[in-house]
């Protein structure tokens, strides 16, 4: 069983940063996928950013070289930074756990979510 808390949300004037962070509990946390995604109000969930257990990263086209991926196994905890956020970035955004490396499909290990609004 895996846990996930995510943190680092809130508001934010666009092109501003925000850096969300994701601490999981459990052992075997080296060994995951690890993947942020983004549910904005009427939309499906998408993929932000997943972040292999080598540390091979993959990207949604719309946040390449804006956002970045990262995990310190040994705090167990990964991150997104998240840099020239745009209004269409307003979401809330959700840490996912995955055992296996398919990134098209997100793991069943899911956190609470955490809002990020841009707005002026």
């Known amino acids: 069983q895996v846990q996930l808390v995510e943190s680092g949300g809130g508001l934010v004037q666009p092109g501003g940063s925000l850096r969300l962070s994701c601490a999981a509990s459990?052992?075997?946390?080296?060994?995951?996928?690890m993947g942020w995604y983004r549910q904005a109000p009427g939309k499906t969930r998408e993929l932000v950013a997943v972040?292999?257990?080598?540390?091979?990263?993959n990207y949604a086209d719309s946040v390449k070289g804006r956002f970045t991926i990262s995990r310190d196994n040994a705090k167990s905890t990964v991150y997104l930074q998240m840099n020239s956020l745009k209004p269409e970035d307003t979401a809330v955004y959700y840490c996912?756990?995955?055992?296996?490396?398919?990134?098209?499909?997100?793991?069943?290990?899911w956190g609470q979510g955490t809002q990020v609004t841009v707005s002026s």
């Open positions: 996912n756990a995955n055992p296996t490396i398919d990134i098209t499909t997100p793991g069943t290990y």
């Open positions: 459990g052992t075997f946390f080296r060994l995951y996928t």
């Open positions: 972040v292999l257990r080598g540390g091979t990263t």
